[in-house]
């Protein structure tokens, strides 16, 4: 079975400073992993996606989220935020087990970008 | 055209109205996908379009109904729904059938049941 946790409901960081968001995966496969994003009323935009290439993957908006099997994590990252970064960002996994096209998303964490 | 659209944008309905989501996508993907978003939740599946068929999720109630008239197109029909059912109802898509791919979400549509 799949699953996800996003260890963080809120993070709040400054702007100009790095942005750690972290997700732990558990996985029966070797899983496939995306980032989506959602600003304030908007639907889920793809960050990234992890499936089995490059342990480092680079997603769009500066973003990018490094595989690690040893941890079991796959946390999102970038170096320096903006103010539109603001939103709430979803770390999910592939369910393999499920019922088709079935993704397991984690809870979520909030981003707030302070000026 | 890389983008899924959801239309309305916004509907208010009465309990014992009927309406109906659409959305619509033109990139050729060959599965769709209806979620629900409460506030402050991620979203949940509803259905999955893909094969040619629906598959739907058991714990759905049958006031939601999901229709699709073409490969590009998902509709979502509602009857007597409930002051519960207020939620963001976002319609994606993805090239491989069996969902192995990454998922492109639509805007949503922001729906409130009085």
């Known amino acids: 079975a799949q699953s996800v946790t996003q260890l963080d409901s809120h993070v709040s960081v400054s702007e100009g400073t790095p942005v750690l968001l972290r997700c732990n995966y558990s996985s029966s496969y070797s899983p496939s992993l995306f980032w989506y994003v959602q600003h304030p009323n908007k639907g889920l935009q793809l960050l990234l996606k992890y499936t089995s290439a490059a342990t480092l993957v680079k997603g769009i908006n500066g973003f990018e989220a490094e595989f690690k099997k040893s941890e079991t994590s796959f946390h999102l990252t970038k170096p320096s935020a903006h103010m539109s970064d603001a939103a709430e960002y979803f770390c999910v996994v592939r369910n393999y087990g499920g019922s088709q096209g079935n993704l397991i998303f984690g809870k979520g964490t909030k981003l707030s970008v302070k000026p | 055209d890389t983008e899924v659209t959801q239309t309305p944008k916004h509907l208010v309905m009465g309990m014992t109205n009927k309406k109906s989501l659409k959305c619509e996508q033109h990139m050729g993907h060959r599965a769709m996908y209806w979620y629900k978003q409460k506030a402050k939740k991620p979203p949940e599946l509803m259905f999955v379009y893909s094969y040619e068929k629906l598959s739907i999720n058991e714990s759905v109630p049958s006031r939601f109904s999901p229709e699709c008239p073409n490969s590009s197109l998902l509709n979502l029909h509602l009857h007597a729904l409930q002051p519960e059912d207020s939620a963001l109802y976002l319609c994606?898509?993805?090239?491989?059938?069996?969902?192995?791919?990454?998922?492109?979400f639509g805007p949503g549509t922001r729906l409130t049941v009085l």
């Open positions: 994606a898509s993805s090239q491989d059938e069996r969902g192995l791919d990454e998922q492109f």
